[in-house]
């Protein structure tokens, strides 16, 4: 196909030199992405006995030939190397289409497959719950599961750090802050100045990868946990977002040690990420929703009361009934009642969604009412008005 390619290319060329007059339609510079539909165009096969490859791909030659009324094909035969990942992928939907590239920088080919993968529906029969996540900066977050059994026992309870990032995030800062330290020295060699640039710009560049790298791993784990519950229950994710924190920490108002710690966190792309990856497994949108999260910190999760108080950060004091708990817990206890409270004493039709800005009805909660009746028995004060979780 390539040497076709290049053929024409060479056709092409020779004849603008003898013609010397500008070409209408200039050769393309990339080879085109052309999607071949599966059982018409290509086949996938896989043998194991084979010695040169496990999977093979026969592509339809393009060109149809007429013999005796009978049309005949010729078939290409690519040998594919696949890594346990790919076939793991190829095993997962059933293939609808493909597409051949070729990647001049590597020099390789590539063939791109595109599945259909129909994921299980959910069954009604599960019992109804939400889990709350409250997203914390030396915590990574913070979830708690609420059921209809009411209590929440320490398995529905999850913290999850990263200590690898907190790890590596130090030791670029402190390497990033001395080679600054450096460059603002007024007696520095112009040679020097241009080797330090360069060597802060690599060490940026790093640092974003690494940043990157341990978000990805710490939302997997995340979505594992989801959709490991998701098993168990008809499961609605409730993310508290940080509306307007950084408004509120600008200069002179706070701490700048509290100031700088929350100017670099990312809570939006790892909710963005979470929506993301759990949409993989065909999750409806209004299943993960990210709500505003103020107030949910110095209230009650047992009594509803304001009459709290922090004496440190991770500690939690209710003076009204004397519940005492991790501050970030009773967040996320607070966070999933508050998409309860939404629902079931609606001030709008409609909630909506913080980061993506959607309005889901009210009629798409319908799991609800079963949740309801455990409310009305046991978490009675969110229900009574001027009590309970501030909208
Ligand atoms: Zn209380």
């Given at each position: 196909m390539q040497e076709c390619?290049?053929?024409?290319?060479?056709?092409?060329?020779?004849?603008?030199?003898?013609?010397?007059?500008?070409?209408?339609?200039?050769?393309?510079?990339?080879?085109?992405?052309?999607?071949?539909?599966?059982?018409?165009?290509?086949?996938?096969?896989?043998?194991?006995?084979?010695?040169?490859?496990?999977?093979?791909?026969?592509?339809?030659?393009?060109?149809?030939?007429?013999?005796?009324?009978?049309?005949?094909?010729?078939?290409?035969?690519l040998p594919l190397a696949c890594s346990p990942y790919h076939e793991h992928k190829l095993h997962q939907g059933k293939t609808q289409a493909l597409e051949v590239l070729y990647y001049p920088k590597k020099k390789e080919w590539w063939v791109h497959f595109i599945l259909l993968h129909v994921p299980d529906k959910y069954a009604s029969s599960r019992p109804p719950a939400v889990l709350g996540i409250d997203l914390g900066i030396n915590k990574r977050a913070v979830?708690?599961?609420?059921?209809?059994?009411?209590?929440?026992?320490?398995?529905?309870?999850?913290?999850?750090?990263?200590?690898?990032?907190?790890?590596?995030?130090?030791?670029?800062?402190?390497?990033?802050?001395?080679?600054q330290k450096i460059l603002a020295k007024p007696s520095l060699s112009v040679s020097k100045r241009d080797s330090l640039l360069y060597q802060l710009k690599s060490l940026r560049k790093r640092q974003r990868t690494e940043h990157k790298l341990t978000d990805h791993t710490y939302v997997n784990r995340l979505v594992k946990y989801i959709l490991s519950v998701g098993k168990r229950y008809d499961l609605y994710v409730v993310v508290g977002f940080p509306l307007h924190?950084?408004?509120?920490?600008?200069?002179?108002?706070?701490?700048?040690?509290?100031?700088?710690?929350?100017?670099?966190?990312?809570?939006?792309?790892?909710?963005?990420?979470?929506?993301?990856?759990?949409?993989?497994?065909?999750?409806?949108?209004?299943?993960?929703?990210?709500?505003?999260?103020?107030?949910?910190?110095?209230?009650?999760?047992?009594?509803?009361?304001?009459?709290?108080?922090?004496?440190?950060?991770?500690t939690f004091i209710c003076h009204?009934?004397?519940?005492?708990?991790?501050?970030?817990?009773?967040?996320?206890?607070?966070?999933?009642?508050?998409?309860?409270?939404?629902?079931?004493?609606?001030k709008y039709s409609s909630i909506k969604d913080q980061v993506s800005g959607k309005f889901f009805p009210l009629s798409s909660f319908r799991v609800f009412p079963v949740l309801s009746q455990w409310l009305r028995t046991k978490q009675s004060h969110l229900l009574t008005p001027g009590a309970g979780v501030r909208a």
């Amino acid at each position: 196909m390539q040497e076709c390619r290049e053929n024409a290319v060479a056709i092409y060329h020779s004849q603008q030199a003898n013609n010397s007059a500008p070409a209408k339609n200039p050769p393309l510079k990339k080879i085109p992405r052309t999607q071949l539909s599966h059982g018409k165009r290509f086949i996938l096969t896989c043998s194991p006995s084979n010695s040169i490859a496990r999977w093979w791909v026969g592509i339809r030659d393009s060109l149809d030939t007429k013999k005796n009324d009978n049309y005949k094909h010729e078939k290409l035969w690519l040998p594919l190397a696949c890594s346990p990942y790919h076939e793991h992928k190829l095993h997962q939907g059933k293939t609808q289409a493909l597409e051949v590239l070729y990647y001049p920088k590597k020099k390789e080919w590539w063939v791109h497959f595109i599945l259909l993968h129909v994921p299980d529906k959910y069954a009604s029969s599960r019992p109804p719950a939400v889990l709350g996540i409250d997203l914390g900066i030396n915590k990574r977050a913070v979830s708690a599961l609420l059921t209809p059994k009411g209590t929440i026992n320490r398995h529905e309870i999850r913290f999850w750090s990263d200590k690898t990032r907190k790890k590596l995030q130090k030791e670029k800062e402190r390497k990033i802050a001395k080679s600054q330290k450096i460059l603002a020295k007024p007696s520095l060699s112009v040679s020097k100045r241009d080797s330090l640039l360069y060597q802060l710009k690599s060490l940026r560049k790093r640092q974003r990868t690494e940043h990157k790298l341990t978000d990805h791993t710490y939302v997997n784990r995340l979505v594992k946990y989801i959709l490991s519950v998701g098993k168990r229950y008809d499961l609605y994710v409730v993310v508290g977002f940080p509306l307007h924190i950084r408004k509120s920490h600008f200069r002179g108002n706070l701490h700048p040690y509290s100031r700088k710690k929350v100017h670099k966190w990312n809570y939006r792309k790892v909710v963005e990420l979470l929506k993301f990856k759990l949409s993989l497994h065909g999750w409806e949108e209004y299943r993960i929703l990210s709500i505003g999260e103020s107030g949910t910190s110095s209230c009650c999760s047992r009594c509803g009361s304001y009459h709290t108080a922090r004496p440190n950060q991770p500690t939690f004091i209710c003076h009204t009934c004397g519940y005492n708990l991790n501050a970030d817990l009773n967040g996320a206890k607070n966070i999933a009642k508050r998409l309860i409270k939404y629902v079931l004493q609606p001030k709008y039709s409609s909630i909506k969604d913080q980061v993506s800005g959607k309005f889901f009805p009210l009629s798409s909660f319908r799991v609800f009412p079963v949740l309801s009746q455990w409310l009305r028995t046991k978490q009675s004060h969110l229900l009574t008005p001027g009590a309970g979780v501030r909208a």
